[in-house]
Every structure is written in C-alpha cells, then in structure tokens.
C-alpha cells in the first residue's frame, strides 16, 4: 500500500502544482494591474474646485488670498521689526559716543527711525525762529516734533496689522458662507436627481464643510500674528521713546538722562559731605 501511494503521489501532484502556478500568476497579474490604475478620489479639495460654481471658487480663492497676504505681513513686519532692534542697538552705541550731534547722525545708517527722530530734533532746534514760533518755547517746540517723528515711526510699525485684523475676524464668516452655499447647491443637486442616499449627501455635504476650516485655518495664524506684531512692537516703541526722550535732553541741556542723574548725586554727596 505505502509503495502504491508513493509511486502515485508524484503523477498526481503535477497538475495540483500546474493549477497552483497558474492561480498565483493570475493574482500576482491581478494585484498588478491594480496598483497600476490610478485610484482618483471622488472627494476632497479637487472634487470641490471641480464640482463648485463661479460663487464658491471665488470664495475659496478669497480665502487664499487672505492666507497668503496674512503670511506675507507676518513674515514682513518681522522683519521690520528686527531691523528696527538692530539698528536701537547701533545707535546706543554709535550715536551717544560722538563728539557731536551733527557726528552722532551721520553715524547713524541711512534710513534708520533713530535718525529721522535725531534730524528731526535737531532741525527742530536750529530753526526756532520766526513770529508764530516765538509764541512756543524751545522746550515745546523741540519736544513736540521729536513727538511727531515718533508717531510717524509708529504709524510705520503698524502698517499692514489692520490687514490682520480684519483677516482674523471676516475669515471664518466667509468660510461659513461657503459651506452654507455648498450645501445648499448639493442639497438642490440632490433633489433634482431624486437621489437621497446617505453616499450622495455626504460626499457633497463634507466638502462644503471643508471651506469652514479652510476658513479657521486662515484667521487663526492671523489672529495670532496681529498679538503678536502688537506685542512686539510695544517693545520697538519702548526703543523709539527712550531715545526720543534722551535726545530732547540733549537738545536743551546737552546731557544725556543719565549724565544728569550722574551730576545730582555727586552734587547731594558733595553737600552730606
């Protein structure tokens, strides 16, 4: 029996191992042919620009638009501000280690908020003169145009945060908008086809949620991005005022805050002494 069995087994698994063979090969060239197809997704970011209307591709391209000037201001006014630091910096060690004014603005670079406020004061100063002027002292005079050159450099630093603003707070409504007339042009397709199967309303329904975090997406970096340009610019302007302060202290005294401080109080422990 066992010598039967052994002379039979090899005779009959030959078409078993055939049939094998070829079953793998039609599923290796099944899978292949699969991965080979492009699976396109009838959902998605795609399906709404080419399922929309003129209405909510031009609301989506407004959100885009917004994005993109969001960043922009954010990227730029860092910049800005940055620069602004570098140059405080220079000028506390340039501008006040002069033998002059005069010599302490042309050290100053080109361009530099420090040196439109020094050109300004110093102007100021050297042309006190005329009928209407002489009804302001010098100290006024002097004081109030060193405060017009600052608020100009404020002005500057703000420039592009009420952009911002209004990013932040109009960009989730108009992202409601979109969803609320993608839902309301898929709800009308779907009655017009007669299909209220819960695969022909999700697809267009999610899709018109989309524009809602689009929407979120886009106020929320420029909310952020509007606190903090604000924040820092506090800190610019901190800069800013000190050295307006100093300078009209040198304008009128020729000492700097600290010099005079220094000057007291010799002159307090001269007198204890």
Same mark, same amino acid.
């Given at each position: 029996?066992? &010598?039967? &069995?052994?002379?039979?087994?090899?005779?009959?698994?030959?078409?078993?191992?055939?049939?094998?063979?070829?079953?793998?090969?039609?599923?290796?060239?099944?899978?292949?042919?699969?991965?080979?197809?492009?699976?396109?997704?009838?959902?998605?970011? &795609?399906?709404?620009?080419?399922?929309?209307?003129?209405?909510?591709?031009?609301?989506?391209?407004?959100?885009?638009?917004?994005?993109?000037?969001?960043?922009?201001?954010?990227?730029?006014?860092?910049?800005? &501000?940055?620069?602004?630091?570098?140059?405080?910096?220079?000028?506390?060690?340039?501008?006040?280690?002069?033998?002059?004014?005069?010599?302490?603005?042309?050290?100053?670079?080109?361009?530099?908020?420090?040196?439109?406020?020094?050109?300004?004061?110093?102007?100021?100063?050297?042309?006190?003169?005329?009928?209407?002027?002489?009804?302001?002292?010098?100290?006024?005079?002097?004081?109030?145009?060193?405060?017009?050159?600052?608020?100009?450099?404020?002005?500057?630093?703000?420039?592009?945060?009420?952009?911002?603003?209004?990013?932040?707070?109009?960009?989730?409504?108009?992202?409601?908008?979109?969803?609320?007339?993608?839902?309301?042009?898929?709800?009308?397709?779907?009655?017009?086809?007669?299909?209220?199967?819960?695969?022909?309303?999700?697809?267009?329904?999610?899709?018109?949620?989309?524009?809602?975090?689009?929407?979120?997406?886009?106020?929320?970096?420029?909310?952020?991005?509007?606190?903090?340009?604000?924040?820092?610019?506090?800190?610019?302007?901190?800069?800013?005022?000190?050295?307006?302060?100093?300078?009209?202290?040198?304008?009128?005294?020729?000492?700097?805050?600290?010099?005079?401080?220094?000057?007291?109080?010799?002159?307090?422990?001269?007198?204890?002494?």
């Amino acid at each position: 029996m066992f &010598q039967f &069995q052994s002379r039979a087994t090899p005779r009959a698994r030959g078409p078993m191992v055939s049939m094998a063979v070829v079953s793998m090969i039609a599923a290796f060239a099944s899978l292949s042919a699969h991965a080979a197809s492009t699976v396109t997704n009838p959902y998605g970011l &795609q399906a709404l620009w080419e399922g929309g209307d003129m209405i909510a591709r031009g609301t989506l391209l407004i959100l885009v638009v917004m994005s993109m000037g969001s960043w922009y201001i954010i990227v730029a006014k860092l910049l800005e &501000q940055a620069k602004v630091l570098r140059r405080a910096r220079a000028a506390e060690k340039k501008f006040w280690n002069a033998a002059s004014l005069s010599e302490g603005v042309r050290s100053l670079e080109a361009g530099s908020p420090f040196r439109y406020i020094a050109e300004t004061g110093l102007s100021a100063r050297d042309h006190h003169k005329g009928a209407m002027l002489d009804q302001a002292d010098l100290n006024t005079w002097v004081a109030s145009a060193i405060e017009r050159a600052m608020t100009g450099v404020s002005n500057r630093l703000q420039d592009g945060l009420s952009f911002l603003g209004t990013v932040g707070s109009t960009a989730p409504f108009v992202g409601l908008f979109g969803t609320v007339w993608g839902i309301y042009h898929a709800l009308t397709a779907i009655g017009i086809a007669g299909q209220a199967s819960i695969d022909k309303v999700a697809g267009p329904v999610g899709e018109a949620l989309i524009m809602t975090a689009i929407g979120l997406a886009v106020a929320v970096p420029a909310v952020l991005g509007y606190n903090w340009l604000v924040r820092r610019n506090k800190a610019v302007m901190e800069r800013v005022r000190d050295f307006g302060s100093e300078l009209h202290n040198v304008l009128l005294t020729g000492k700097t805050t600290a010099t005079a401080v220094v000057a007291t109080r010799t002159s307090q422990v001269a007198r204890v002494g």
